[in-house]
């Protein structure tokens, strides 16, 4: 029997999930980062993949035939030539690029999606002003880094993760007006998502026992895994991710991108994936309320009845999308006495944001809205379910698989099929 692993790198942690030559999870494996400094901590990612590893049977090791690993999009590090990081990552949220965007805008295409604070060129572009800079031989996303740790093909990505570095999807090379910029580094090789990248290197293959021919694929970003695991297939249909942000991603027949929304378009197949990511999601519930508090307090929300607070909850200035702007201000007030209210507010302003975020894309050319999934922690909040169906007046329904891991996992079980 031929097994398939997928994982999943977030912010809080890492998950793996092991499937079947028939989409069946055989395993699920999971690592929790010690702190929130560790997301941002290379050796921290690498002890988590390791650890991921060993934490899988031995007698499943012996049948995987393929691992793909996703990572948060635009979460990005310089390496040596060793593949050593020479820096700290920059993580997807970074907006650091905002001081290059008044020179970015002179060279790329206007609306381009590389023109935001937070996108991985805006980030290589601030990189390349710092002293570690001169130590660096290669730019690498957070999977292609994880990737290089299992292969030990250093300079590898893949279209879903190199599009905010300005490569061209739709022609699959990077574009002419990218090379103006003259960036002395090795900007990583492009493959389509999935494709075997190469063998497991030998070494880790005979320490944890996995079979010699197990391959590496290229990867993914975890919110178009999240959208792989969720059974969403047609035009109209779409996936909301609830995590620690909020990702949009709608199937279309047309692709949108302008950078004035935070709107971007992934290839997935003949389709594409349109849609944006905001800052406000999840973090901002857990800086409130523990797990406990949102799950008792939700449920004494009347979700049919409309909160009068009227919020934009970030943890600190600046969103992406719907609302392009670094420097964008939390607002979180007033801020009720009653802590149900409080979270009420909350929930519908997320809600509200969502909403407009898919409409935004309906008005710039994307498919009618028909039907939202919904991955990540807040698919469980049924509360929250019903009141964002509200906002969203098409029916709103928990992903088939609501871990981004199982759609990397079948990213891997299809290795060579293009998304």
């Known amino acids: 029997m031929d097994l398939y692993l997928g ?20 395993a699920e494996v999971r690592y929790a980062f010690e702190d929130s400094l560790a997301s941002v901590m290379p050796y921290s990612w690498e002890k988590a993949l390791f650890a991921l590893l060993e934490q899988i049977s031995e007698e499943l090791r012996r049948e995987i035939r393929a691992i793909a690993i996703n990572g948060t999009s635009s979460t990005v590090l310089l390496c040596d030539a060793a593949g050593k990081p020479v820096d700290a990552p920059l993580l997807y949220n970074d907006a650091r690029g905002a001081v290059v965007l008044e020179y970015l805008v002179t060279v790329a295409p206007l609306n381009h999606t590389v023109l935001s604070a937070t996108s991985s060129l805006a980030k290589l572009l601030w990189m390349s002003q710092q002293q570690s800079f001169t130590k660096a031989k290669y730019f690498l996303h957070q999977a292609d880094w994880l990737a290089f740790l299992l292969h ?54 005979a320490k944890f026992g996995w079979r010699r021919d197990c391959l590496v694929c290229a990867g993914t970003t975890d919110s178009i895994a999240a959208f792989i695991a969720s059974g969403a297939k047609l035009p109209g249909e779409a996936v909301t991710s609830l995590g620690s942000t909020l990702v949009l991603k709608l199937l279309s027949r047309t692709r949108i991108e302008d950078a004035r929304f935070g709107i971007y378009s992934h290839r997935f197949g003949d389709l594409w994936l349109t849609g944006g990511a905001s800052n406000t999601g999840g973090a901002i519930l857990r800086q409130f309320f523990t797990d406990v508090e949102l799950e008792n307090l939700s449920r004494e929300i009347d979700p049919s009845t409309a909160s009068k607070l009227d919020y934009y909850p970030l943890l600190k200035a600046g969103d992406r999308f719907p609302i392009n702007d670094p420097n964008l201000p939390p607002r979180l007030e007033p801020r009720p006495e009653n802590p149900r209210e409080f979270l009420h507010g909350l929930l519908e ?25 919904t991955a990540g ?9 019903a009141i964002r169906q509200r906002y969203l007046k098409v029916p709103v329904l928990a992903s088939v698989y609501t871990e981004a891991a199982y759609g990397t996992a079948l990213l891997a079980m299809h290795v060579e099929t293009r998304f």
């Open 7 to 26: 994982i999943d790198f977030g912010t809080s942690g890492a998950r793996g999930v092991v499937v079947d030559d028939q989409a069946s999870i055989q």
């Open 152 to 205: 030990g093909d250093l300079g590898v990505s893949d279209y879903h993760n190199a599009l905010k570095l300005g490569y061209d999807v739709e022609q699959l090379k990077y574009p002419e007006w990218l090379n103006t910029l003259q960036i002395p580094i090795q900007l990583p090789k492009v493959l389509p998502p999935g494709t075997r990248v190469a063998e497991l290197r030998p070494e880790i293959a």
């Open 349 to 373: 302003s997320i809600a509200r944001i969502e909403a407009q975020g898919y409409e935004l894309l309906q008005q710039l050319g994307a498919d009618k809205l028909s039907s939202v999934f």
């Open 377 to 385: 922690g807040g698919a469980a909040n049924s509360t929250w379910t």
